[in-house]
């Protein structure tokens, strides 16, 4: 290992000697189940240097182990090497996932972080473990790691902003009389919200707590009569700036929210408000995302999933109107950029951060800009064949002047959220990366055309965007789609485009992306992604119909493309789109230059 994460599981395995541990449970977590984290709960990056969003870590005396899924295998292995710590693959047809795996090693006492281990899991692993082993123990340790993390980060606590109702198109009155009527027909008292987008949602407002996501460290307790904010952090966080002044945004905020008849909290008084409802009241929660510090004292109220992920995925009008207007200068801003990259790279080599950091550059151009939607992935060549690269600050790879660069990145902006990947040519290309190049465009195409019944899950149509590669003998080892949040995180469910079987329907306004890809380990990678809104299509004597909506606004570049391996509905989608690009953004661009670059990019092909 290197010396430092020695050091630190070393420290680790000694916690566990004193309290008699077998093992720990790491989730890359925090008591809200958030997918990005603050820095006071990247505990596994801490601990094991692997920084990929998605691993958890498993700690014995003789074994560490980090899991993790497909997107990732090729950055832990790096990052993993020469630590000491083993890597174990996920998703996989061979895996043993975390519970299996502690019930084969025969761990008698095991503990977790309760707060970061949401309660589903920790009964997964009593479940699994409790029979193979006599004796077995699960013991949940609120802040496990602060025994030995000493300069742990506190608790995030950033300013606070809110949204009106011409906005996001429904007041939060009218969300708590929703939710009211919910726990009314399921005979409930309260219904405790926990995770940070549900909040932000319920209550209209935003912030700045986690890098990339506008979301406030609080949970939301709502009640028949009543509804409390828990929210506010010591004088040096949400309340306060720095020099000790009031922050003004947040302070309008929480007397925006008061004023609706919601009670804003302490953070930290969470826990003793539902020791004091629990023993008279049905509380309900989700099991699934409530942290099993918190579960356990709810444990006697009503286990369900939220009903606000279904309800926050399918978009209000003012919302859809929001996002496609998000998209176009997004859109704009991308353009720009790809604009560029090229004309500089005729002149000066340029390194992926310095790329990254244009197209920031450009995106901060746009009224209304709150920052990136998530960090972006500027890779060449064999960086782009991991699906979540991280592009250094130093020693950034260098753009070639031939091969493949893949920009997947996005903004958050105050009226939607933005995804987008484009894959270009910097110059001459092989003729299997064009293959692989058209193939993957072939796939969203065939996506962004589907019409489908009513009812239809996510992973009934996933295969439309994998036929073209499979049928080639190539696939990718993520999601095809995921929804994604209005001026919230990047990532959102419940509705998802992926192999593995949710039930849950595409339904009209849900907001998707469409993102195939391929990669081929230490040379390249190529994905195609555009963001999709679930629509009506049409109903006859067969049902109702869906379809989708294609809301990203920026070119393919064809000149990558192997035309002959396009159907002729493929081509015309593809000349359709790209003309509307050009039309769309022509009137806005006073550059000739540019101009006519968006015009020869945005030609039609021919079959």
């Excluded at 693959?89 to 090693?105: F, G």
């Excluded at 307790?221 to 000790?244: E, H």
Aim: proline share 4%; with cysteine.
């Amino acid at each position: 290992m290197t010396n430092e994460h020695f050091l630190r599981v070393c420290a680790l395995r000694t916690l566990m000697t004193a309290n008699g541990w077998d093992a720990v449970v790491l989730r890359g977590s925090d008591p809200h189940s958030s997918e990005y984290l603050a820095p006071r709960y990247q505990t596994v990056t801490w601990l094991s240097g692997f920084t990929g969003e998605a691993g958890d870590l498993v700690v014995t005396a003789d074994h560490a182990g980090l899991w993790t899924d497909s997107r990732y295998f090729i950055q832990a292995a790096r990052q993993l090497d020469g630590t000491g710590i083993e890597l174990h693959k996920t998703r996989m047809p061979e895996s043993v996932d975390i519970p299996h795996w502690i019930a084969e090693q025969g761990c008698r006492r095991v503990a977790c972080d309760s707060l970061c281990e949401n309660a589903a899991s920790m009964e997964e692993i009593r479940e699994i473990c409790a029979p193979a082993t006599d004796g077995f123990e699960l013991t949940g340790v609120p802040d496990l790691i602060d025994a030995i993390w000493e300069d742990r980060p506190a608790i995030p606590a950033g300013p606070v902003i809110t949204l009106d109702e011409t906005t996001v198109g429904i007041t939060r009155e009218e969300k708590l009389h929703w939710i009211r009527r919910f726990l009314a027909e399921r005979n409930a008292d309260y219904i405790l919200v926990s995770t940070l987008d549900e909040v932000a949602w319920m209550l209209n407002v935003r912030g700045s707590d986690i890098d990339y996501n506008p979301v406030v460290f609080s949970y939301l307790l709502i009640g028949q009569d009543s509804a409390q904010w828990f929210v506010k952090k010591d004088c040096d966080g949400s309340d306060f700036r720095q020099d000790g002044s009031a922050d003004e945004d947040t302070l309008d905020s929480y007397a925006a929210v008061e004023q609706d008849g919601v009670s804003v909290e302490a953070y930290g008084n969470i826990a003793a408000e539902l020791e004091r409802l629990a023993s008279n009241n049905v509380i309900c929660y989700d099991p699934a995302s409530l942290n099993g510090h918190l579960a356990e004292i709810v444990a006697g109220g009503q286990a369900l999933a939220s009903p606000i992920a279904l309800k926050k995925a399918v978009k209000t009008p003012a919302e859809i109107d929001g996002m496609r207007e998000a998209y176009l200068e997004d859109g704009l801003a991308v353009e720009k950029f790809l604009y560029w990259l090229e004309c500089t790279l005729k002149e000066r080599s340029v390194s992926e951060w310095e790329a990254a950091q244009r197209l920031g550059a450009f995106r901060a151009e746009i009224p209304g800009y709150k920052g990136d939607s998530f960090e972006t992935i500027s890779a060449f060549g064999e960086g782009g064949a991991l699906p979540h690269y991280i592009t250094p600050e130093d020693g950034s790879t260098i753009i070639g002047r031939d091969g493949l660069y893949l920009c997947d990145s996005g903004g958050q902006y105050l009226f939607g959220t933005t995804d987008i990947t484009r894959t270009v040519p910097t110059g001459e290309v092989s003729r299997l990366e064009k293959e692989d190049y058209t193939l993957v465009l072939k796939g969203m195409i065939d996506l962004s055309m589907a019409v489908f019944p009513y009812g239809t899950a996510g992973c009934q149509i996933d295969a439309l965007a994998r036929e073209p590669l499979w049928k080639a003998g190539r696939n990718f080892g993520h999601g095809t789609g995921h929804g994604i949040g209005f001026f919230l995180c990047v990532h959102e469910g419940p509705q998802s485009i992926r192999q593995n079987f949710l039930s849950q329907p595409m339904l009209p306004g849900m907001i998707t992306s469409n993102e195939p890809g391929l990669y081929r380990e230490g040379k390249w990678g190529v994905r195609h992604e555009n963001v999709i809104l679930c629509r009506e299509a049409y109903t006859n004597d067969f049902g109702r119909w869906l379809c989708f909506e294609t809301l990203t606004c920026c070119h393919f570049d064809t000149s990558a493309l192997l035309p002959e391996l396009l159907s002729r509905e493929e081509i015309e989608w593809l000349n359709t789109y790209n003309e509307k690009v050009y039309r769309n953004f022509a009137p806005a661009i006073e550059d000739d230059d540019f101009l006519a670059w968006l015009r020869a990019k945005t030609m039609p092909i021919n079959g």
